[in-house]
C-alpha cells in the first residue's frame, strides 16, 4: 500500500530532540521547548504536533496588542486535508509501538493519533498565516462517534485520511477515515475503510476565551456537499438537545423504567430470590485515579484530549473484560463529551460501569460501558466531572468459540436515577 498524497505526513518509529536539530549556519534559534511536548506520545502525534507547531512558530510571541483575526477566508476541504500514513509492513519498530497482545492495532494510542490529526487540520484551517494578529485556541469539544468496521492488523500497512466536514460560526467538525487493505492502491478496495471517527473543535479567543468566528468552509464536490449537509443536521440536533428541559417520560417509557427498576428492588429486597443471570449496574464498577504530569500536555499546556480518550478507553476494556469474563472486542465510542479543560497538576479519577448489556443476538452480545472522569480537588472539597466517554464492546469470537456455556448477565438499576440515565442513553 503506497501514499501518493501531497499532504501526506511521513511517520518513523523515532525522533530526535528538538536540541538535536543542527540548524542552518545562518540560524542558531533552537526550538522551543514548549512546542515539543509530544515526546512521551505516540510517533504519529509528535509528527502531528511538529507540523502543527510549524504553524504557530511565526505566532509564538504576537505583541500583546495583537488584534484577532479581522477578515474570514473561505477554504476548501483539500485546504487542509491530511494524511497519515504507517508503514507497518516494514517498519518493525514503529509496529511494536502499536502492537496490541492479539497482534491487532492498539485502539488507545490510535485515538490519541486522531485526536492529534482532527486538531492539526482544525488548526490549518482556522489559521490567517497573519504573523500581525493573534492565533485562536481550538480545543476538542466531543467526539460524535468512533466506529470499527473491521480489525485493524499491525502488519499491514495503514493509512488516514481526514478532512474539515463542515464549519458553524465558532465550531468545526472534521471526518477521519482509517484504511488498511492488502492491495497495493488501498483506495481501490471497496472494503478499505477499518474505522470512522468524527470530531468536533471550538474555537476560542486566545485572549478573552470567548469563542471566536472561524474561516468559511466551500464544499466542493457533491460528496463534500452531502457531508457538509448532514454534519449541519446534527450540529441542528445538538442544538436542540442541549436548549430542551429535561425529558419528560411518557407512559411507555415509564412502564420501560418500572421494568428496569423491578429486578433491582428484588436484588436490595429479597437478594436471596435475585435473578442470579443479573447483577446490579453499582456492582460491575472499576475506578483509577492519576495525577495530571507534564509529559501529558499538548501544545497549549493543557492535558491532551487524546490521553484522556486513552485512558478511558483502556478503563472501559478492563471493565468489560472483568464484566464479561472473557477479551471484549471494541465496536465503536458512541459519544465524547469534553465538559471542562484538564490541567497539568490535576487529580484526575475515571470511574466506569457497564451501564446496560443488550442480548438479543446471541452471535454479538453488546457491552455499553460509561466512563465518567473527575478533576477532583481536595484542598477545597470541589469534584468536576470534565469527560464523558461511552464505549459499546461485544466478546471476540476465537474466547467465545473455547467457552460453549458463555453468556453475558443482564444489568439492572437499584435506584431510579441509574434507570432514567440507561433509557436516555439507549435514547441517545
Same mark, same amino acid.
Given at each position: 500500500m503506497k501514499s501518493n498524497s501531497p499532504k501526506c505526513i511521513p511517520v518513523?518509529? $523515532?525522533?530526535?530532540?528538538? /536540541?538535536?536539530?543542527?540548524?542552518p549556519s545562518s540560524d542558531t534559534t533552537r526550538k522551543p521547548l514548549s512546542l515539543w511536548p509530544g515526546m512521551y506520545h505516540s510517533p504519529v502525534t509528535i509528527a502531528l504536533w511538529e507540523a502543527r507547531s510549524k504553524i504557530f512558530e511565526s505566532l509564538l510571541d504576537p505583541p500583546k496588542d495583537a488584534p484577532p483575526q479581522s477578515e474570514l477566508l473561505t477554504r476548501a476541504p483539500s485546504h487542509s486535508r491530511t494524511t497519515i500514513f504507517y508503514p507497518f509492513s516494514t517498519d518493525y519498530i514503529l509496529r511494536e509501538q502499536y502492537r496490541d497482545p492479539? !497482534? %491487532?492495532?492498539?485502539?488507545?494510542?490510535l485515538l490519541e493519533d486522531l485526536d492529534a490529526l482532527a486538531g492539526t487540520i482544525s488548526v490549518k484551517h482556522c489559521s490567517d498565516d497573519d504573523s500581525t494578529t493573534r492565533p485562536l485556541l481550538l480545543v476538542t469539544a466531543s467526539v460524535d462517534k468512533i466506529v470499527l468496521k473491521k480489525p485493524i492488523s499491525v502488519d499491514i500497512d495503514l493509512k488516514i485520511v481526514a478532512s474539515v466536514i463542515w464549519v458553524g460560526r465558532s465550531s468545526i467538525e472534521i471526518q477521519l477515515e482509517v484504511m488498511q487493505s492488502e492491495l497495493e492502491d488501498v483506495e481501490a478496495s471497496p472494503?478499505?475503510?477499518?474505522?470512522?471517527?468524527n470530531f468536533i473543535f471550538v474555537a476560542r479567543d486566545s485572549k478573552t476565551g470567548k469563542a471566536a468566528p472561524i474561516n468559511r468552509l466551500s464544499? %466542493?464536490? +457533491?460528496?463534500?456537499?452531502?457531508? /457538509? =449537509? =448532514?454534519? =449541519?443536521?446534527?450540529? !441542528?440536533?445538538?442544538?436542540?438537545?442541549?436548549?430542551?428541559?429535561?425529558? %419528560?417520560? =411518557?407512559n411507555g417509557e415509564y412502564n420501560k423504567l418500572g421494568a428496569l427498576l423491578a429486578e433491582g428492588r428484588i436484588f436490595s429486597d429479597m437478594p436471596a430470590l435475585a435473578d442470579r443471570n443479573s447483577i446490579l449496574l453499582k456492582d460491575t464498577r472499576l475506578e483509577n485515579s492519576l495525577i495530571c504530569q507534564p509529559q501529558q500536555r499538548n501544545i497549549h499546556g493543557r492535558i491532551f484530549g487524546g490521553f484522556l480518550m486513552h485512558r478511558a478507553f483502556e478503563l472501559a476494556f478492563s471493565t468489560?473484560? $472483568?464484566?464479561a469474563g472473557l477479551v471484549p472486542y471494541f465496536l465503536e465510542v458512541d459519544h465524547v463529551d469534553f465538559l471542562r479543560p484538564v490541567d497539568?497538576? +490535576?487529580?484526575?479519577?475515571?470511574k466506569s460501569c457497564v451501564l446496560y448489556t443488550q442480548l438479543d443476538k446471541l452471535d454479538c452480545p453488546l457491552i455499553n460501558i460509561e466512563v465518567v472522569a473527575h478533576v477532583t480537588s481536595p484542598e477545597i472539597r470541589s469534584? %468536576?466531572?470534565?469527560? $464523558?466517554f461511552y464505549f459499546k464492546f461485544t466478546v471476540r469470537p476465537e474466547a467465545k468459540a473455547r467457552n460453549n456455556g458463555f453468556k453475558l448477565r443482564n444489568v439492572v438499576p437499584a435506584t431510579e436515577e441509574e434507570a432514567r440515565h440507561i433509557l436516555e442513553r439507549m435514547d441517545a
Open positions: 518513523v518509529s $523515532t525522533f530526535a530532540s528538538p /536540541f538535536d536539530v543542527t540548524p492479539w !497482534n %491487532e492495532v492498539r485502539i488507545g494510542i472494503d478499505s475503510v477499518a474505522l470512522t471517527a464544499p %466542493e464536490t +457533491d460528496l463534500e456537499k452531502v457531508l /457538509f =449537509e =448532514e454534519a =449541519e443536521a446534527r450540529n !441542528n440536533l445538538r442544538k436542540k438537545k442541549r436548549g430542551g428541559e429535561r425529558k %419528560e417520560f =411518557e468489560a473484560y $472483568t464484566f497539568v497538576g +490535576d487529580f484526575l479519577r475515571f469534584s %468536576e466531572v470534565s469527560n $464523558t
